[in-house]
């Protein structure tokens, strides 16, 4: 036994496999782990092995997962803790050291990806010499450092722009984007692809045979001299200021500025990388957005459990209805659609057919999607269907009829859902027979846009049937956040403030593109007088009621276009024109916002949040921040509303709301429950 298979012989989370003809395997399958991760332990294994196989290297040494992926990337749980920019960089650059162990080998290094390779496990690949992709639909390689608000820190930030050049490597980084074995290895960050099942083989082959190493091409070297390097990162910061704003996401222009200095090459841009990770880690964003990863974590796992459905039955065709139907399709559920006449059906089709040719390219994918999805007019998949999901029109009587004629046809063990936006479910089941069977499943629009269903539930209602709709929320690839029944549940209830003082600003005459410049300021992804276009002037009416007393107390430029029909996005007029799928907004030049408009704006949400807190609607305060950033898009950078109120701080945010009060009306005054934040 050579010195370096005895050290790893007490590995619990490598193995090192040597064949008679010298290649060594050198095979992570983190122990306790459904996916490999880079944390600390493992990378102290790694570490004690590289160091042995520095001193005793094999003829070639192939780096390859025991599981179903190669590497996920790094542990987030080390994230976290962290009390100085100076300990996250030490913890950084050890990270850096032990990763250039395994690229200064004096042996043929080969990384044989067989699954995802992911941020840190996309730079251990980068670290050998040669990369071979299973070619396989499985298999995704990508940065997604930046939605944890940092930029790759293993040496991925070198690596990376020496393989594929400036342009690919920087988009790949500042973007977090997956792409497929083609793509990388058109980008040169693969050097081959292998069928899933020769991808040993392969790997095996190109260790004993190794090719020429490949160099950066002449138009590579080019863009990265130091004189176009400026010029195009320019360009750079142009384009990631469309989508971030650097006071908010700091990480892709510190990504930008190592690159614009470095160029990708030299000892002191690793040394550079490490530290500018260690700053962003510690930073409020970069803090905020691991926290916002641990909660879409929890709302994963609460869907866990439960019986897959097979069939779903909607029953409403409309903009709601018909997009639940598609994107249940599109997750491998046969679908049935079901309204009153097949010209209602039809659009819904329709969009749903445009939708599959942009989601599968491929002919075959698509129409196997489409066979799924069937009209279904009489309702006959009713009594096939393990779940019916109501979503017509808002009106309790209506539906309470259609759960009269549902019921009776439905499977014993099937669920019956309703996609109500804001009646409570305590009325709609009032005439069912076992009223307990009722959830809420409230989708949000765009549905395949937006992460977030509300599994709403009753003090009665049977636990198995809120399990089944968590559960059901999963195989859909959604997040779920169980709510009880309340008017406007969570989203809406903490949006409906927030959009009604956004009408009333409007009603004062502050331009519609100003109010949502403000809340766009704040870190919104988009204002609230669009954001009321995009959710239907319809829908903000219906919920609205809960907030505006009696039809008197609607401001008339709400009215108004409720009265014209003019529902927003979807009737191509609301608030705005829309053309193009946009809003067409116009300029307000020489006019500024208000002072306090922000807070306007914000801080009834906030203080909603307060409000569903204190009645317990939800479970907790973090389910509260997980729900508004998945369902409302409250900006992630900030954590949630009320982790936004914890760091601006609870006497502040108290004492702002009651100075808007004197100023503007008891709708200010502050809830009572804002002690459980202290």
């Known amino acids: 036994m050579t010195e370096a298979m005895a050290t790893a012989s007490g590995a619990a989370h490598w193995r090192l496999e040597t064949e008679a003809n010298g290649i060594a395997w050198l095979i992570i399958d983190k122990a306790n782990a459904a996916v490999n991760s880079l944390s600390r332990e493992v990378m102290e294994e790694l570490d004690a092995i590289l160091t042995a196989l520095s001193r005793t290297p094999p003829k070639a040494l192939i780096v390859t997962s025991a599981k179903g992926g190669f590497i996920a990337g790094a542990d987030i749980k080390g994230f976290v803790g962290i009390d100085s920019p100076d300990a996250a960089y030490r913890m950084i650059r050890q990270g850096q050291q032990v990763v250039d162990k395994l ?19 996309l730079e251990v690949a980068l670290a050998c010499r040669y990369r071979v992709a299973a070619d396989d639909a499985s298999v995704t390689l990508g940065f997604p450092e930046v939605q944890l608000g940092v930029h790759p820190g293993l040496g991925g930030t070198v690596r990376a722009v020496q393989l594929a050049g400036p342009i690919a490597a920087m988009d790949l980084m500042l973007t977090g984007r997956h792409i497929r074995p083609k793509q990388a290895l058109q980008m040169g960050l693969v050097d081959k692809l292998a069928p899933a099942a020769q991808l040993r083989d392969v790997a095996r082959s190109m260790a004993l045979s190794p090719p020429p190493v490949k160099t950066m091409s002449l138009k590579h070297r080019l863009l990265n001299l130091g004189l176009v390097r400026p010029i195009l990162a ?56 691991v926290r916002v990863f641990f909660l879409q974590e929890r709302l994963k796992s609460a869907g866990k459990s439960g019986e897959p459905m097979k069939h779903v039955h909607v029953v409403g065709a409309g903009v709601m209805g018909g997009d639940i139907a598609a994107w249940c399709a599109a997750r491998g559920l046969t679908v049935t659609l079901q309204d009153r006449e097949e010209k209602y059906v039809a659009p819904a089709m329709e969009r749903a057919r445009k939708f599959f040719e942009k989601r599968y390219p491929d002919e075959a994918k698509r129409n196997d999607v489409l066979a799924r999805l069937k009209a279904d007019v009489p309702g006959a998949g009713v009594p096939q269907a393990d779940l019916v999901i109501e979503a017509i029109y808002e009106n309790l009587q209506a539906k309470q009829e259609l759960y009269a004629r549902l019921e009776p046809q439905m499977k014993p063990n099937a669920v019956l859902a309703t996609n109500t936006s804001s009646i409570v479910l305590e009325q709609l089941a009032e005439k069912l027979t076992q009223p307990q069977r009722l959830i809420g499943l409230h989708f949000f629009n765009p549905v395949a846009r937006m992460p977030l269903v509300e599994v709403i539930h009753a003090a009665d209602t049977d636990p198995k049937e809120i399990q089944a709709g968590l559960a059901f929320a999963r195989q859909i690839d959604k997040l779920a956040i169980p709510c009880h029944s309340a008017p406007g549940f969570l989203v809406n209830r903490v949006l409906m403030p927030y959009l009604s003082e956004a009408v009333r600003a409007a009603q004062e005459g502050i331009p519609l593109a100003l109010i949502d410049r403000a809340a766009e300021d704040f870190g919104m992804p988009m204002g609230p007088i669009e954001l009321a276009d995009v959710v239907g002037l319809d829908v903000v009416m219906s919920v609205g009621k809960v907030f505006f007393e009696t039809g008197a107390d609607v401001p008339p430029v709400l009215a108004t276009r409720f009265s014209a029909k003019k529902f927003g996005k979807k009737t191509g007029e609301g608030f705005y024109v829309w053309q193009n799928d946009k809003p067409v907004k116009p300029p307000y030049t020489g006019q500024s916002a208000p002072d306090d408009l922000q807070d306007r704006l914000l801080l009834p949400l906030v203080n909603e949040a307060v409000a569903v807190l204190r009645q317990g609607i939800v479970e907790d305060a973090d389910l509260i921040d997980a729900g508004v950033i998945f369902g409302a898009g409250f900006a992630p950078f900030r954590g949630g509303p009320l982790q936004y109120a914890r760091a601006r701080g609870v006497d502040a945010i108290v004492a702002r709301l009651q100075e808007l009060q004197t100023v503007h009306g008891d709708r200010f005054a502050p809830d009572e429950g804002w002690d459980l934040l202290r």
């Not at 290094?109 to 496990?121: E, K, Q, R, S, Y």
């Not at 750079?236 to 500025?257: C, D, F, G, N, T």
């Not at 530290?275 to 880690?281: D, F, V």
């Open 103 to 121: 690229a200064n080998l004096r042996c043929v290094t080969v990384a044989a990806i067989n699954g995802f390779a992911l941020g840190g496990g």
């Open 234 to 289: 320019g360009q750079m910061r142009s384009q990631v200021a469309k989508r971030a704003r650097p006071e908010h996401y700091p990480a892709p222009y510190k990504l930008i500025e190592l690159w614009q200095e470095y160029g990708g090459s030299g000892e002191r841009a690793y040394e550079a990388e490490a530290r500018s990770m260690g700053n962003l880690l510690c930073t409020p964003t970069s803090r905020n957005l």
